[in-house]
Antibody
């Protein structure tokens, strides 16, 4: 069974940084594209970033380009999201998800999410 | 990367059918057959219900169906049940390895 567990969220001041992690199990992690999707409180889902099998290709939504970095460590079956220069509008639950068909199709498995709160 | 347009809410009685629309452009919904739908109950992770416009993952009841016409995709839920009450989101490939979600639709089962 696919299992994704996010961690690393918390309260951070505007301009601060956080590193989110996602531990994967139950599937061959190195064979799958992975993604981050976020959801602001009471709002809808927003795709944030994709990463390919070996981490050499990364894609982002325009609003986070230059501030967020997606990465992965296939030896640790882990996905990461480094988030810098945080703004109030980055407050959200961040989900990691397994992305199908080179990341352009759908997400078939999701973690439970980790909450990032940006506030002074 | 503008969000796809969904109705804010829809409702139906048990046993009835409801359809949720998802309108985009030729750059996303209309340009690719990579539309998916997700169900989300409060405080829970999203769950895949439909992919590639009209395909159903194993375990999803056949009461859920998807279709697309031009720039608008649709999710139809027939034989509504109380447990179908949730938020529903569409998602489409938008080119250049990016994806876009709809704003979400709250389904109320009256």
């Amino acid at each position: 069974e696919v299992h994704l567990v996010e961690s690393g969220g918390g309260l951070v001041q505007p301009g601060g940084s956080l590193r989110l992690s996602c531990a994967a199990s139950g599937f061959i992690f190195s064979n799958c594209w992975m993604s981050w999707v976020r959801q602001a409180p009471g709002k809808g889902l927003e795709w944030v970033a994709n990463i390919n099998l070996d981490g050499t290709e990364k894609y982002y939504v325009d609003s986070v380009k230059g501030r967020f970095t997606i990465s992965r460590d296939n030896t640790k079956n882990s996905l990461y999201l480094q988030i810098n220069s945080l703004r109030a509008e980055d407050t959200a639950v961040y989900f990691c998800a397994r992305a199908i068909n080179t990341g352009i199709d759908f997400f078939d498995s999701w973690g439970q999410g980790t909450l990032v709160t940006v506030s002074s | 990367q503008s969000a796809l347009t969904q109705p804010r809410s829809v409702s139906g009685s048990p046993g009835q059918s409801v359809t949720i629309s998802c309108t985009g452009t030729t750059s996303d919904v209309g340009g690719y057959d990579y539309v998916s739908w997700y169900q989300q109950h409060p405080g829970k992770a999203p769950k895949l219900m439909i992919y590639d416009v009209s395909k159903r993952p194993s375990g999803v009841p056949d009461r859920f169906s998807g279709s697309k016409s031009g720039n608008t995709a649709s999710l139809t839920i027939s034989g509504l049940q109380a447990e179908d009450e949730a938020d529903y989101y569409c998602c489409s490939y938008a080119g250049s390895y990016t994806l876009v979600f709809g704003g979400g639709t709250k389904l109320a089962v009256l």
